[in-house]
């Protein structure tokens, strides 16, 4: 019965209506409001960004999890399943509460004329979730934007947070780093504070709309250094070496960040220890970004903007030099994908574009355009590839939605599933 109602709300939330993007608050306030404004009975910290949030979210709520803190943590996009998107404690919604929840909001909107989106419905349902369930803090991720994100639809929070900002949803949010910054800096809650770093690109737009708001403006004060040494990941701040469970260059910033938030938060009376800190850097997983699988000599990465592109060849350089790099590529045609491949691919790389199954992905022959030595693989031939593989370092990269088609289709990739531990 559990997977037949988790199902049939699985129906609700992709039905044609919905799975669209309208942005606007409008909608997700007037169901909030019917729903009770559970919202605004949260402790939130509001994370938005081009790249790096999730990472943010993802090392921000292990810490506090690890605190003694019940956490919330909503994010997007899911890679298997949907209540991977709403997490207490790092675990997933029951497919039980999640199937009620979607029911009862969608039940709720038709009776009032309400039409929702996919994420405006998911992101009422986290909202109720984790107030019904009395959390302590919740670490809310932006799905697009921020200024009408679904998300915003809050009158307060604890933090705003503002990661790193590039192009990307140029269609919908601008077509200027200035322009992106303004709508990612509309999550800034007047008179709440908001934490970004000075070299982000889009730190002027954002110091202007906080003092428009009467924001407190805080940006990290203290350098993180990573550290690679015996194959082992080392974060080092303020004197302290942290055995740090996630890759990626890019990670110095979002842990900056972290540092900042936490120092901040304890100095609003939360009380975080350096022994919750280390566990956590330990333990914190985020699941296909730079995700390393040593079995198998396979690294899993959702890279689908130029930026995030430019960054993960970044640190693959740094962390698998003088390593044959083997390539399995998808994109959808609302991402820029012939800079990603631009950026990605080197002469000596072994490329491969899989063919997923998505209304908007990108077909072999458009992809094969920017790389005309490329060749298609189906489901079979991967798997044989990673089972065969000796020496080279083989990256599953571009869309999430081909990711989890891949990890869902086979028993091979569900074992590689649960090593990344997405079940």
């Not at 601008?174 to 910054?181: L, P, Q, S, V």
């Not at 708001?213 to 040494?229: A, M």
């Not at 900056?256 to 939360?270: H, P």
């Not at 990739?413 to 649960?418: R, S, T």
């Amino acid at each position: 019965m559990e997977n037949e109602n988790y199902q049939k709300a699985i129906n609700l939330i992709t039905s044609q209506e919905k799975f669209h993007i309208c942005l606007g608050l409008e909608r997700i306030l007037q169901v909030l409001a019917l729903l009770g404004n559970p919202q605004e009975k949260l402790n939130i910290i509001h994370v938005a960004g081009t790249n790096g949030k999730g990472s943010t979210c993802a090392i921000l709520s292990k810490i506090l999890t690890c605190a003694g803190y019940k956490t919330g943590l909503y994010t997007s996009p899911h890679i298997l399943e949907y209540t991977e998107r709403i997490k207490i404690n790092q675990r997933n919604i029951s497919k039980t509460d999640f199937s009620d929840l979607i029911t009862e909001i969608s039940v709720l909107a038709k009776i009032n004329g309400i039409y929702l989106t996919e994420f405006e419905l998911l992101t009422a349902a986290a909202y109720k979730h984790f107030a019904d369930k009395e959390t302590d803090i919740c670490i809310i991720e932006t799905g697009l934007g921020g200024r009408l994100d679904a998300t915003s639809a809050i009158s307060k929070n604890l933090l705003s947070i503002i990661t790193s900002i590039s192009l990307d949803h140029v269609d919908r949010l601008g077509d200027t780093i200035e322009k992106i910054a303004y709508e990612k800096a509309g999550i800034i809650k007047k008179g709440y504070p908001v934490l970004i770093s000075q070299n982000n690109c889009g730190f002027d737009a954002v110091k202007q709309i906080a003092n428009q708001k009467n924001s407190t403006l805080i940006t990290p004060k203290k350098s993180v250094e990573l550290i690679f040494e015996n194959n082992k990941n080392y974060a080092k701040y303020d004197s302290n070496k942290y055995e740090f469970n996630l890759l990626g260059l890019w990670q110095k910033e979002n842990l900056e960040l972290v540092f900042a938030a936490v120092n901040y938060l304890k100095s609003q009376g939360y009380e975080i220890s350096q022994q919750a800190i280390t566990k956590a850097l330990k333990k914190v997983s985020w699941v296909c970004r730079m995700q390393y699988i040593p079995k198998f000599n396979l690294l899993i990465d959702g890279t689908h903007n130029p930026d995030g592109a430019r960054v993960l060849q970044q640190s693959l350089d740094y962390y698998f030099p003088n390593t044959k790099r083997v390539w399995v590529y998808g994109s959808l045609t609302t991402k820029d994908y012939q800079k990603v491949m631009q950026t990605l691919f080197k002469p000596d790389d072994e490329i491969y574009f899989y063919n997923f199954d998505y209304p908007n992905s990108v077909p072999y022959e458009k992809l094969k355009e920017n790389a005309p030595y490329a060749l298609p693989l189906n489901m079979r031939e991967l798997e044989y590839l990673i089972t065969e593989n000796k020496e080279s370092l083989i990256i599953i990269s571009g869309s999430f939605y081909m990711i989890g088609q891949i990890l869902n289709s086979s028993n091979l990739f569900q074992n590689i599933a649960e090593l990344v531990n997405i079940y």
